[in-house]
């Protein structure tokens, strides 16, 4: 049996990862698009191939799931509408704007007992999903994580998005990546706070259950050729580092709507990456940087 999903969106995540890797994904039939921009979503639709929906509500009534690719303060307001009508969801990080507005999603979901799974992107890569699963009960008092993105490059496909322009929107657009490494491995986070900027760097400190602790370090504006994503953890056992893959966004989508249609079939909602572990990241970045409205 395929599960129908809808897209929600028609900017370039929408476009080039969700919309492709649902086509791609077995056991998938994507129905259609609903973005904010009547023409924007007949375009996509029309090279998806699929309907454009004029309505969310009518995209609704067509499908069983719903992707979302849209900003925070759009998603958290549709994703509701979503569980409330029944729908289980592949949602984008992070899931909400407030941890109030992120609990009200996990209870909605659970109410509707329906699927979710957050795409959390690097825990769907398989060489650093097995080192989180090998490490996740290492023993890690500190960890230092080092981010460099070029998100702001001439020809990035982020550079005009609107809620990344705004001051501390790194931690929110970053720091999700960052936690859902974080979590596993040093535990749940008890205190958070931002830390003096360092230069081109947004700094953050967490300090986790058992008194491990970890400094994260943000930069979005770096050179295409200085990107990098550094994770190190540090134990009694010694030293780690994450593995660094090149990232296949579309594969790494297409694991992830795999495991979300296993748990709509299976109906076995809980996966380590669902809204659960959303509405986590979320309490966690409000003690940071609280959300500020574009």
């Known amino acids: 049996m395929e599960t129908k999903f809808g897209v929600v969106g028609t900017a370039h995540w929408a476009t080039n990862v969700h919309s492709i890797g649902l086509q ?18 007949r375009a996509l639709a029309a090279a998806r191939g699929v309907a454009a929906f004029v309505r969310f509500e009518d995209m609704l009534a067509e499908v069983d799931a719903v992707s979302f690719a849209v900003p925070p303060q759009i998603q958290e307001e549709l994703a509701l509408q979503a569980f409330r009508a029944g729908k289980h969801a592949l949602l984008e990080k992070p899931i909400a704007t407030t941890t109030l507005a992120a609990q009200a999603l996990a209870e909605a979901a659970a109410r509707a007992d329906v699927a979710t799974v957050v ?3 690097r825990r769907f890569v398989p060489e650093i999903a097995e080192f989180v699963d090998r490490h996740a009960a290492g023993g890690w008092q500190a960890a230092e994580v080092e981010v460099r993105s070029a998100t702001f490059a001439p020809d990035s496909p982020y550079r005009n998005s609107v809620w990344r322009q705004v001051a501390g929107s790194e931690i929110w657009d970053v720091g999700p990546h960052i936690l859902s490494i974080l979590l596993p491995l040093l535990g749940p986070v008890t ?43 540090r134990g009694p056992a010694g030293e780690v580092s994450a593995p660094e893959p090149v990232l296949d966004r579309t594969a790494n989508y297409v694991r992830a709507a795999t495991a979300l249609v296993a748990r709509v079939r299976d109906k ?5 990456c669902d809204v659960v572990l959303g509405v986590e ?3 966690i970045l409000e003690q940071i940087a609280p959300w500020r409205a574009a």
């Open 24 to 41: 791609q994904t077995p056991g998938v039939r994507l129905v259609g698009i609903w973005g904010r921009d009547p023409e924007k979503t």
């Open 119 to 121: 795409f959390f992107m």
């Open 281 to 283: 990241t979320v309490r």
């Open 268 to 272: 076995a909602r809980v996966h380590p």
């Open 191 to 233: 205190a958070a706070r931002a830390l003096a900027p360092d230069g081109n760097f947004t700094q953050f400190e967490t300090i986790h259950f058992g008194g491990g602790r970890a400094l994260s370090r943000i930069n979005q504006r770096a050179a295409p050729a200085d990107t990098c994503n550094l994770y190190r953890f």
